[in-house]
């Protein structure tokens, strides 16, 4: 069974200060993982994926993540933060299994709030 | 420009009343999907569809029904039957049915209460 599960619910952070958000996954199988943002009251947005290439992973806005197998983590990294990056941020995980449906499991969220 | 409208933004609704909620897309995608959204947890998978005129249930199906007789558009019908509608609801679709591979676009949303 794939699960997934983002260590902290709220992170604060000043701006120009770097960003670590984490996230642990379970997976039977080979997984993909993803990040998606989302700003109040509106839709995600996919910020980077994982998907067996590279493990060092770079998305949009700055942010890059690495998929570590051996401690089955994807964390979420910026070097600086930008007020702009206030938002909540979803790790989400695929296990493509034997049915290679590729349903999404997605984390409980963790939000992001970066102080002036 | 290409994207996914949902309409209403906004919505209220007396206990016992349907409602349906619109989603269209012109990105040409195969696949849709409706999740909803509580505070404090991530997205719940309502229902799917991976092809025009077929559609199977998510995790939480019940209480809700869709309909996708055309490929840009995939209407959520929140019935009298869901018990705790107030929500937000976030429609999104992806180019092929194996979401897990690729990436999934949203909407804005759709704030449903309940009153």
């Known amino acids: 069974a794939q699960s997934v599960t983002q260590l902290d619910s709220h992170v604060s952070v000043s701006e120009g200060t770097p960003v670590l958000l984490r996230c642990n996954y379970s997976?039977?199988?080979?997984?993909?993982l993803f990040w998606y943002v989302q700003h109040p009251n509106k839709g995600l947005q996919l910020l980077l994926k994982y998907t067996s290439a590279a493990t060092l992973v770079k998305g949009i806005n700055g942010f890059e993540a690495e998929f570590k197998k051996s401690e089955t983590s994807f964390h979420l990294t910026k070097p600086s933060a930008h007020m702009s990056d206030a938002a909540e941020y979803f790790c989400?995980?695929?296990?493509?299994?034997?049915?290679?449906?590729?349903?999404?499991?997605f984390g409980q969220g963790t939000t992001l709030q970066v102080k002036p | 420009d290409g994207g996914i409208t949902q309409s209403p933004k906004y919505l209220f609704r007396k206990e016992g009343q349907n409602v349906t909620l619109s989603c269209e897309q012109n990105l040409n995608h195969d696949a849709m999907y409706w999740y909803r959204q509580d505070p404090g947890q991530g997205l719940r998978l309502i229902y799917y569809s991976q092809i025009v005129n077929d559609f199977q249930k998510g995790d939480i199906a019940e209480g809700y029904s869709v309909s996708r007789e055309k490929k840009e558009s995939f209407p959520l019908t929140v019935t009298s039957a869901q018990k705790n509608p107030t929500a937000f609801y976030l429609c999104?679709?992806?180019?092929?049915?194996?979401?897990?591979?690729?990436?999934?676009?949203f909407g804005e949303g759709s704030r449903l209460t309940v009153l």
């Open positions: 997976s039977s199988y080979s997984p993909s």
């Open positions: 989400v995980v695929s296990d493509h299994g034997s049915s290679n449906t590729g349903k999404l499991i």
């Open positions: 999104a679709s992806s180019e092929s049915g194996r979401a897990g591979y690729g990436e999934l676009f």
